[in-house]
């Protein structure tokens, strides 16, 4: 029998928690809820979960500073995000601390299923997720994210700032499709005044800079008629 991977949900309105914890049962999960960071903190030792679904908007301790206490204490339990946030420059700096994935509210809850299984899928719980890497390596190619740089085979490639943060999120998340929906929210942010083309113009853009063929990539493959999938493995290093 198929052990149920265990999720510890927190969030302080009700509404939320008492219908998304039903569906996430209903979706295989073992679930524990938690109102509060103080109470999520002490459930973390008690509960010992696969992954935390963090809500950031919280009274006294809010989530990125439950976040932080944990990944201070070298806690690399998968974490996603449910944030109101709509800044991307603001989600990508809680990636950069340790969280594994975000999701704004309100949300599809099969999508955050779907990105709970994705997580699942690529998570270590000994190491720091993609995201908190300083550099990110697929093969030949290299970026140091510290820098805003792109190396392919030890030399730079001029990529412009948005097919960089494009290729970032994208190696952030490997073998995962990413709809043009949501690599325009994540990259663009959720008010920026483009179309789901403007994500099509910079794929092609990396395709052109790193020489990948379309029909065969070795980075960026495209899922006709839903987005993108970085098909390369990745690796990350502080």
């Known amino acids: ?18 219908h998304l914890a039903p569906f ?7 679930v524990a809820v938690a109102a509060d960071g103080e109470t999520a903190l002490q459930k ?15 009274p006294g301790i809010d989530g990125r500073e439950v976040l932080r206490r944990l ?11 449910l944030t109101q946030v709509g800044d991307s420059a603001e989600r990508a700096m809680a990636l950069q601390e340790g969280a594994d994935d975000y999701l704004n509210k309100p949300f599809d809850p099969y999508e955050l299923v779907a990105r709970i299984q994705a997580v699942l899928r690529r998570a270590s719980p000994d190491r720091p997720p993609l995201a908190a890497s300083q550099s990110l390596t697929s093969g030949d190619l290299a970026l140091d994210r510290r820098s805003r ?7 730079e490639v001029n990529l412009t700032p948005k097919a960089f943060a494009l290729l970032e999120y ?13 690599l325009l929210d994540a990259v663009w942010g959720w008010d920026y005044p483009a179309g789901t083309r403007t994500v099509d113009t910079r794929v092609a853009e990396l395709r052109r800079v790193l020489h990948d063929d379309p029909d065969a990539p070795r980075y960026v493959d495209t899922v006709h008629g839903e ?4 098909v390369g493995d990745v690796e990350g290093t502080a």
């Open 1 to 18: 029998m198929e052990v149920k991977r265990k999720i510890l949900l927190v969030d302080d309105e009700s509404a939320i928690t008492d």
């Open 71 to 81: 990944r201070q204490a070298d806690d690399w339990t998968p974490i996603i995000l």
């Open 170 to 182: 994208m190696m952030i998340h490997p073998d995962e499709l990413l709809t043009r929906d949501r």
């Open 24 to 30: 996430l049962g209903r979706a295989g999960f073992d």
């Open 227 to 230: 987005g993108y999938r970085f």
């Open 44 to 58: 973390v030792d008690s509960f010992n979960p696969h992954l935390i679904i963090l809500d950031v908007m919280m």
């Open 149 to 155: 740089r792109a190396y392919l085979e030890d030399r």
